[in-house]
């Protein structure tokens, strides 16, 4: 089969489809695939500036429950980093060690198709290639000791730690859904074990002793009231294996040229140790068959021993090569562990747990009976050599968590504490993780482009544990289990249901809060009937009720600790959302004293009017949390309002862009501001209200062969104030069209309000703002970083920002460099007063914050690109977008009344 038919007619289909004029692929050649079932092929690509790569690899993932989750999993994996630090070096791990999407993925039945770069070598002259084929153990050894070294040291600068999980938890977080009683291992495990599955301890052939019974399946388990002094907790790729890291080997193997791919089970909070102690184990494994049975047991007594160092090669039955690679394994995390003062009492019972977990998973992988017995003794072997340097767990109550502060989500409560039977426990444990980071997603309207397919994994798993509760005994805690799972069930079909009907805010925010609390109190009291009911306020939450919400809906960013941002483990509740309210019509008798000010929006195509005017009432509602002065915009007239409203639910909670201009449009609006000393005479906070006659002028407007263009220069000459919006982004073609309508504009303003002898001392008596927008952008903002125009907050939200002292010195600077700007900066030079313009550097959706809801300069894009109009990722924090607007009113109040 060739072409794009290699992936099937529906993906074909799909395909073809989704190419453009301005994008094309054809097949090159397929590629083998490991053994999830993807099919992978390379394809030559042609695209634009913004896509330049002449070859992409094409995968479709195979249709089970982790792989259809790998395109969101791999993007979660690009945006987890550590708190912005300054004095930290560069976080850089996801440019250098993993592989990014080019275009958002197709979805192909129940499944996706993903557009990934090629993968190659750091000069990018070979491409990289599956550790699996470099031949050597010793060179495996180095790469895999680099990889375990990068995963540490790179990845996780800042890991977590949990020093209360029991050790049961933690095997089970570390098996996952092989701890479900009908998996693969526990089939593989009664095989081997018969009818000791169950036992606390068995007896293995070949073995002098009973061993504990290191599965999941014991009951009571081995590890019971037991716990590690401490759990390292950090971003984990949790499927390492040396047939996921592609590694440069042209003209040599270099072990630290390698990238990390199948990021399709990545956990921000996994166990840190699961992957380096898994990978030691696929690469020292495949020599087993090798050796005999006392080079065996000298291999697992190494894979034990707290210092492997001490082995001596004249003394030992393993190959030279092996016990090298060994060495190295397990030495690799050494400069990691040693940064941070782990000492082997801390260390190595983890190492332990992880080695336990590990070898079991190999118990499915080996198809030679021996081979499995060899693992499961290993297994044993480490439940056992754990045990005698387990801490033992202490019941306490801390209290509930002040609402502020984030903690790791435990796994499912011990058997015990809720009565459930173990197949249900195990179920629960299998998809607990899975089901509390979908809980976050969805309680989140940043990730509605991913709402169906997060309710339907939901509605799957959950259907899956309600059968196994109604078809368990009939115990209260199993009945209550049941009946919690069915409110889930309701409550995610009929969000569904009201998330495919446009134009169903208010309803469709009800049902998210009783879903996601249906799903919250599953999780945490499964089985429990006392546990907080819908409206009930849960310990280190919020409470989850719509209240009647502020002037204008906006979805709140996430404070440290809430389920915001792309933080799955995080322990508190979804922040309460507003319905959308009518905005009251602010009232024109004879007691306002609003003076009234005409403003005029000046800017060419695609410079962000629009934009920009629906972001004027989100950056009024922040700039209380924001300064000491606090605003708000009201609509005069119903149009007005309807605008308002429309706008800003389309910029702030639909996270889009709203459509451009196309007739001059006039917006009465009333501005109230509370304003401090430093900016008005008295001497004590005064209320400030002026009336706004703004006009919404087109783009396209401003050309003089444009019909409306006489009627737009009318509309400039009459107005007081101008906001000139200065596009940056524009390219050449469109730059030489912009800069020619500004001054045909200008020259156009300038003779009308000659003519009517409106002309101040020689020059346009306007008060003027102008904008640099789009000050987010990664091709505007890195620069100016660079330049050293930016500089940042030390408090808050540590957001950068351009100085206003420095202002119009950065906009000469930018017009130096942007073709034909130099004639914009010119023209305003001339033709109004200097002292009468101000400049800003403008972004009317502000910066994508953190999980703590910091600047990041690591990943501060807020705009991603998708298959249709691009969307805002994070909840729009505007930046200089109302001070042009408060600041004109203000300078024409104060010169002369407002006269000009």
Known sequence: MSGLTYFGSEAAKELENWQNRRRRITFAKAVPGGGSGALLAFVFHRGDAEHPQQKLLLKLCAEDEGAVNEPRDLEEAWHSHPDFDPNARPFDFPERRLIRQVYPPLRVGGTWLMFLKVALDERARHPLSPLTVVGSLGRQAQVA???????????????????????????????????????????????????QLHNSRVRLPGWPGALSNPTPFADPPPLAGLKPPTVALGRAHYDLHPGNIMVATQPDVLPNSFRLVDLSRFQEQGLLLRDPVHLMLCLVGDHLPDLNEQARDELAGLLLDQDPDSADPSESRLPAGLLNALQLLRAAPDLWRMARDYAHADWHPQYLLALQACALMFLTRRTEEDEQLWFLRLAASACEAFQDLAEPVTCHDPGPMPPDQGTVRPSVPDEGARGLPPALHAELTRHHQQLEHLRTRCADARFDAMLAENLYIVINRCT??????????????????????????????????????????????TARVSFVTALARLLDSPGDRSGPSEGELRPGGHEPTVEPGPTLPVAAPPEPGDAGGLDPTAASFLPALAPLPEIPTASGGENTVAEHIRIGLWGGECSGKTTYLAALPVAAMQSGRQGEESWTINGMTSEANAYLVQGTAMLAVERAFPPATSTVRALNWLLRGTVPPRLMRPKRLREVEVTLDIKDIPGIAFDETHPLHDEVIDELARAQGLIYLFDPLAGAQEAAHSVSTFLSTLNGLAKRVR??????????????????????????????????????????????????HIARQYFEWLCDNAPHAHLVRDGLTTHFHPERVAYYATSAIGFRMNQHHHFDYRDFANLVETEGPPRIRSAPEPINVLEPLTDLAHRIRMSKGGKR
Do not use: Y
């Open 145 to 195: 000791a680099s990889v375990i070294d990068s995963v540490l040291t790179e990845w996780n600068p800042d890991p977590d730690a949990d020093h209360d999980m029991t050790a049961q938890t933690f095997l089970h977080q570390a098996l996952g859904h092989r701890a479900a009683p009908d998996s693969r291992l526990a089939q593989v495990s009664a095989r081997l074990l018969g009818a």
């Open 755 to 804: 003519d009517s002898g409106g002309i101040l001392r020689g020059r346009l008596p306007h008060q003027v703002s102008v904008c640099v927008a789009k000050f987010d952008a990664p091709e505007v903002f890195r620069p100016a970083v660079e330049a050293g125009w930016v500089t940042q907050d030390s408090h808050g939200p540590r957001l950068p920002r351009v100085p206003g």
């Open 464 to 509: 899956r544990i309600a059968d196994l509760a109604r078809d368990g005994i009939g115990a209260e805690a199993v009945l209550a289990l049941h009946d919690q799972c069915t409110r889930v069930l309701e409550t995610a079909r009929a969000l569904q249901a009201v998330h495919d009907r446009p134009g169903r805010t208010r309803e469709k925010e």
